[in-house]
């Protein structure tokens, strides 16, 4: 990597993938076989998906992980560049580009395949990361060994790092102690701790900032001895693939531009209700002007 600077406000490292969404009936039975109503092709992953949200938002978003020297892998570097992020750490080689397979029922719910091949984190000198200098670090855990090369080299900077933590496996276990927001899927915390609440408990005690992300139903937080409720804002879902990468990146987006803690929660859960208003986790993904739009819709309550 070239030496000079490279200057951002979220730094999103992780996994990136390439999407076909199958818009579909409803999910085939076994031995069925049905006709999807639409297909949408188009770049995915956690952290990419951030990445992507971050720049969306207004700000300067940048993103580390792998891409195939494949078509899925040169479309997706493509739609990284038109959306403005900088790409300069992401490392290519000949293992595929993870491909994910999406069937979305006209209620939202979907089902996913990913197929990774022979594709493996990068080793941690994969990359220095000597010149970037980010605001704010977030990972989505599906590259462990580079993410945590980068929290050591950044650590006396005391830089704000987020863990995405959409389910419990080694790449987010290994992290989860490096972290200062661990913002986490309902999902996760079941994996965890069998329940949202001991969840709270178990992971306040690693990490100085908790939030469990509830779907439609909104989402807990904790933070020391204080625990607190967001309800969602209320929008019509047609996919809610992506709905998580897209709060993920406004939390992080959130923390660069310095929000207090009640602004930052209801800053991100906007851009992730929005994306479900949308087929396709890419292009769902919020802009500045829809964004600022629902908060300005959505009616301020207190916070408990």
Same mark, same amino acid.
């Given at each position: ?12 490292? =992780?996994?990136?993938? &390439? !999407? ?24 995915? =992953? %956690? ?11 207004? &700000?300067?978003?940048?993103?580390? #992980? ?32 993870? /491909? ?14 990913? &197929?990774?091949?022979?594709?493996? *984190? ?15 670090? $977030? ?9 945590? @090369? ?5 650590? +006396? ?6 863990? !995405? ?10 992290? $989860?102690?490096?972290?200062? &927001? /661990? ?24 990490? %100085? ?5 509830? #779907? ?7 933070? =020391?001895?204080?625990? #607190? ?7 019509? +879902?047609? !996919?809610?693939?992506?709905? =998580? !990468? ?9 923390? *660069? ?16 209700? $929005?994306?479900?208003?949308? /087929? #396709? ?7 500045? *002007?829809?964004? @600022?739009? $629902? ?10």
């Amino acid at each position: 990597m070239e030496n000079t600077a490279i200057h951002l406000d979220v730094l999103c490292v =992780g996994h990136a993938s &390439y !999407d076909l969404v199958f818009s579909v009936p409803h999910h085939p039975a076994a031995d069925e076989k049905t006709v999807a109503d639409a297909l949408l092709g188009c770049g995915g =992953g %956690p952290a990419a998906n951030a990445a992507v949200t971050v720049a969306k938002l207004g &700000y300067r978003a940048g993103f580390s #992980g792998y891409l195939g020297n494949d078509v899925y892998g040169d479309s997706h570097l493509s739609e990284l560049h038109r959306f403005g992020i900088d790409t300069r750490c992401i490392v290519r080689g000949e293992s595929p580009t993870p /491909l994910s397979a999406v069937l979305v029922k006209p209620d939202g719910k979907r089902a996913l395949i990913n &197929y990774k091949g022979d594709t493996r *984190a990068l080793p941690a000198d994969s990359l220095d990361f000597g010149a970037v200098r980010p605001r704010v670090v $977030l990972c989505d855990g599906h590259e462990p060994h580079i993410s945590a @090369r980068l929290l050591e080299r950044r650590a +006396a900077a005391k830089i704000p790092t987020v863990l !995405d933590a959409g389910s419990l496996h080694s790449g987010t276990e290994a992290l $989860l102690d490096k972290m200062d &927001y /661990l913002v986490c899927s309902e999902k996760f915390a079941l994996q965890h701790s069998g329940g949202v609440d001991a969840a709270l408990s178990a992971l306040a005690a690693i990490a %100085p900032w908790v939030v469990i992300t509830l #779907g439609e139903r909104g989402l807990v937080w904790r933070t =020391g001895q204080e625990t #607190g409720r967001l309800n969602a804002p209320p929008v019509t +879902a047609i !996919d809610t693939t992506g709905a =998580g !990468d897209a709060f993920h990146g406004a939390f992080a987006a959130g923390l *660069a531009a310095g929000l207090a803690w009640p602004e930052l929660l209801r800053y991100a859960s906007a851009a992730g209700a $929005l994306c479900c208003t949308r /087929l #396709g986790a890419r292009p769902g993904l919020p802009d500045k *002007a829809a964004h @600022r739009a $629902l908060l300005q819709r959505w009616q301020s309550e207190p916070m408990p």
